[in-house]
């Protein structure tokens, strides 16, 4: 067990909807990662916050957003869904701002299947 | 984040050792080599790093070549609970825009027989 906590497991929705995937960081952790898997595309980083803050971006879509609560836990929004949205979206989280000497802690990851 | 370069796959049997290697000519002087892997179904799991000298682990061994410019994380005896994808990964010291983003590639698909 990761200590990282992804809800919900499974979202299936219809094109044009827009979804929340929730993540609780491991106790102690102020960065939060947010990666999208899928078969072609492989592990794809999205965004990251550090407490609370914006700190770097990958490849997201405008249609995408995420924030990162005082709590320390992060969502990340889903808009006007397409079908190439439906992925395994994981969550991950470390101690610091920078993963060169840290490990990142993944989630388990939310499966989104856009119909 | 440099180049790093794997097999696609390799294959094992239970309870032998094996030898995932990785080349990464263009690592630079503060570059980390980290190690993750992905059971099926499940989200990425952190293995070891290192920055130029091997390190040992509860799970695995990591070797760095003296050049650095390749390495091989090492399972020393593997299980069926290994099978996996594993990831090598260089991440550097300076973090500019890519604070702290791991840069995943295609990985090597481990098999283990019984």
């Known amino acids: 067990d990761s200590g990282v906590t992804q809800t919900p497991k499974h979202l299936i929705t219809a094109t044009g909807q827009r979804v929340t995937l929730r993540c609780s960081p491991r106790?102690?952790?102020?960065?939060v990662y947010w990666y999208q898997q899928s078969l072609d595309q492989g592990l794809q980083f999205l965004i990251q916050?550090?407490?609370?803050?914006?700190?770097a971006k990958g490849n997201i879509l405008e249609r995408f957003s995420a924030q990162q609560f005082p709590d320390l836990h992060s969502e990340l929004n889903l808009s006007s869904l397409e079908l190439g949205d439906s992925a395994l979206y994981f969550c991950a989280s470390s101690t610091t701002l920078s993963s060169y000497n840290s490990p990142l802690h993944f989630g388990n990851g939310t499966r989104l299947t856009v119909t | 984040d440099a180049k790093t370069t794997q097999p696609n796959s390799m294959e094992s049997n239970e309870e032998e050792p094996v030898h995932l290697p990785c080349n990464h000519s263009?690592?630079?002087?503060?570059?980390?080599i980290h190690w993750y892997r992905q059971l099926p179904s499940q989200g990425p799991e952190y293995v070891i790093h290192?920055?130029?000298s091997n390190v040992n682990n509860r799970m695995a061994s990591l070797a760095i070549a003296e050049d650095r410019k390749s390495s091989t994380l090492i399972l020393h005896r593997a299980t069926l609970r290994d099978a996996a994808v594993y990831y090598c990964?260089?991440?550097?010291?300076?973090?500019?825009?890519?604070?702290?983003?791991?840069?995943f590639g295609q990985g090597t698909i481990l098999t283990v027989h019984p």
């Open positions: 290192g920055l130029t």
């Open positions: 916050y550090y407490n609370g803050e914006e700190r």
């Open positions: 263009t690592i630079s002087g503060t570059d980390y």
């Open positions: 106790s102690g952790d102020l960065s």
């Open positions: 990964i260089l991440r550097a010291i300076a973090g500019g825009t890519s604070y702290g983003k791991l840069t």
